[in-house]
Structures are given as structure tokens and as C-alpha cells.
């Protein structure tokens, strides 16, 4: 609907990881001039453990339409079903094949790839776009009367807009909020991200079944208090292994780790009673990444009184990690943020779009952080009468030759991943333009010309005097 904005601006983006890079892609789309900080150095980043990620079709269909579905296609595969198991013994619980019609709908696929291969795509893009991207370059500090951002070096660095897109505990979100709203929520459980390398799986006669598929399938394993998810992702021939764990032993640290230096031995004592199979992948596994799983308050405020600093990602809207919406809410972000400063015109509208984008992002991302809280509680259900007739709905659903998600709780869990992935975030903002945006617009032109009419009424009746 929309093309190049009228007025082009200048942007600051903290933070390059896939909420930063996605942003710079958007905004370079609809012309705006954009330049993105990102802490650590190509070397640290190429070195860093971050695992396999899943894209649902919510997202594809974002960056499909950005023009990167060849190279996506590249470093993915396409998942068509997932597997339910029962996490401390292996029993084989049931399946659920994605709806073609579902997929046709949401213009989207569900995508496997690594961390890094996604980021390197947007990377790419973002420079292909006309973006520059800063690599080891660290903030000091921001502000949004200026605005202007402070690097470790005492360079000062001015534009128009500034973006954290820095994760969660953002340096832009602490000058907003002011204060670290990650910092003082306690965390609940522990989720370790990790890789198996393919030609392993292969080798070993209980772990080859999983990585040669007939069709691609995410396996999900449902236990007391703790869960994995399992996938073979494209473009490394390797294996994605997903954990969540509950804390370990107190007065042993428990901080996040994304850089290595994690001893496997660790990930492994915490696996608790687990399936064989488990625990194969778990000691075949790679040096893992390790983060806490929280649950965060709602952010009240994205926007910075200056209405010239905002928030987007996991700097607005923490999810549980490892969350499978957890990159596509970053990406939707910059969607709808770009698609608004497509139609800028002059800079008094730039606090207007700042805070539309949290009105019209502020709900989506509530429900998706509250569905990605259930589903991560049905997954680690403990055991009781509730975790009993969940796994006997799914049993007997499977008896009858139907889909573990076809009927009762588990229907209810999948409507909702319907309604997630059917989502258009270009079509969000287009809708805000043309019920609120144009009017606002078309508003201020009539206080204008009458103004004018005024003015020139009171020139005319001064004439008449003289």
C-alpha cells in the first residue's frame, strides 16, 4: 500500500541481532537513512553458541515479502508435523501435521535454521539495503533530548529517531523505563540451547529415526517440570535440541550465557529423569548456550518522553526463552514500525508514529507472551490429574487415528497458533493509517486553512479600518 516516505530521517539502531537488523531492512525499504550499533564484533558473534530457531509462518510471510525467500530457502527447511513424547520415558504419545490450508492462508511456512544462518541473511539484506552496520561498537549511554547516543569512545552520535533493539536488558529500555525490568523479576526455569552434529545422529541406530524423517518434524518431549524440543535445521547438517530445566542447586550461578565456556556436564545433571534418547543427544551435544526463563511484567512505557527514543523486540516485550515467537515478534516489529514512517511527511509526526506502533503493537505482543506462557506450561505440566488427562486425551486421540491437537485442550492450544500465525503485521499498520492516521492528517490541514481563512479575514477587517 505504501512506498517511500516523503520525508526521510535519520536512525539510530542499538543492537544488531534479528529485532536490530529486521528494523534496518524495514526502514531502508521506505527510504530512511539507518545506522545500527551492535555491542559485540563479527569474531564474537561467530564464535557465540546460539543454536536452531524456528520461524513460524507469521514470519516467513514478513521476510518472504521483503524479497529474502531464496536465501531463507537456502539455510531452512520446511517443517510439515510435530511428535509428541513423554519426556522421562520416550512413550510415543501422538502427531500433528501442519494444515496445508492453514500454511495457504497465512502466506507463510514454518522454517528450521540456525540462529546464525538467520542472522546472517538479514545481515546481508540490511546491507545490500544501504543500512551500515557498526560491529563492536559499544553504547555508553542514550538520550532522547537530542537525540543523541554516547559510545564507550566518547563519540557522540545524533539522528532523528533512536531504536533499542538491544534485547532484554536493554540500555534504551533502562533510559525510558529507568530501570532494569529484567533485572529485578527472579527466574523460574532454565532454557539451554544446543546442537547435535548430523553425521552423530546418524550413526547411532536409536537417534537416526529422529534426523531422517520422512517429512520434517519438530519433536516435543512433555515432562514434569521439564520439556525439549528437537529439529533438524537447514543450512549445517546438524540437529537443534531445545531444554528447559528447573534451577540448579542454590549458590551455583545461574547467569545467562551465550559465549561458550559452559560445561556440558552441567546441562546434563540437570536433565533429570529422562529418556535414553535424551540423553544420547545431550552427550553428543555441543557447548550449549544457557539463559534464565522469566516471566515479565508488561513494559507500560516504549516511548521516551521526547518521543523521539522507542523500544521494540525483547527490549519491549520479553517472551519466555526459547519461545517460538520469539524472533517473528522482533521481525512483525519492524514491519509494522517501518510501514508507519512510510507515510512521513513532516517531523511533528514523528512522536505520533513512536507511539502508535506501541498501540498497535502493545496487545498482539501481550496475547503472544501469554500463549507462549501456556504452551510452555503445557509442555512442563507437573505431574497431577491435570498432566494425567492431558496425556490421556492425546493418547486416545491417537488410538483413533486423529491428531494429538484435533479436539479438548490441545484443539484449544492449536486454535491459537492458528490465529497467531494468520496475522498481517503491514496490514496492522495500514489500517491504523487509513482509520487514524489520514484523519489526524486531514485534521491539522483544515485547523490550518483555518487559520489561514482567519488570518486573512483580520488582515482584510485591519484594511477596511485604515
Known sequence: MSGKAELTINFLVVGGGIAGLSCAIALRRVGHRVVVLEHYSDSDISK???????????????????????????????????????????????????????????????????????????????IAAGAEVRAGTTVAS???????????????????????????????????????VLDTVPYQYLFYNTTVPGALMRADPELAPLFEQPVETMFIWLGNKRSAVAFRMGGKDEFALHLWVPPRQKGLSDDDCWG?????????????????????????????????????????????????????????????AGSLQGGAMAVEDAAVFARLFSHLRDREQISTFLHAFQDLREDRCASVVHTEQCNLYFQMMPAGPQQEQRDQDMRAKTAQGESVFGGGKASEQWEQLKELWGYDAEDEADDWWVKWGLLRERAKQRSLDMEAEMNIARLSSLGMRS
Not at 534418547?277 to 521526547?306: F, Y
Open 142 to 180: 542514550v538520550n532522547g533530548d537530542g537525540p543523541r547516543v554516547t559510545l564507550s569512545t566518547g563519540e557522540t552520535l545524533l539522528a532523528d529517531v533512536i531504536v533499542g533493539a538491544d534485547g532484554r536488558s536493554s540500555i534504551v529500555q533502562q533510559a525510558i523505563v529507568g530501570n532494569d
Open 260 to 320: 561458550g565456556g559452559l560445561d556440558l556436564k552441567e546441562m546434563r545433571r540437570q536433565l533429570g529423569e529422562c529418556e535414553p534418547r535424551l540423553l544420547k543427544m545431550t552427550n553428543l551435544a555441543t557447548t550449549p548456550s544457557r539463559v534464565q526463563v522469566k516471566k515479565v511484567p508488561p513494559i507500560e512505557d516504549w516511548v521516551d518522553k521526547h518521543g523521539r527514543m522507542v523500544i521494540i523486540g525483547e527490549a519491549a516485550h520479553p517472551l519466555p
Open 48 to 126: 557465540m553458541s546460539h543454536g536452531g530457531i524456528r520461524l513460524p509462518p507469521n514470519v516467513s510471510k514478513v521476510l518472504f515479502h521483503w524479497g529474502l525467500e531464496r536465501a531463507l530457502r537456502q539455510v531452512s527447511v520446511t517443517s510439515s508435523a510435530m511428535e509428541i513424547e513423554i519426556y522421562e520415558t520416550g512413550e510415543f504419545i501422538g502427531t500433528h501435521h501442519w494444515e496445508e490450508e492453514v500454511l495457504r492462508v497465512t502466506g507463510g511456512d514454518f522454517l528450521f535454521l540456525h540462529h546464525a544462518g538467520l542472522r546472517q541473511v538479514l545481515y546481508d539484506a540490511a
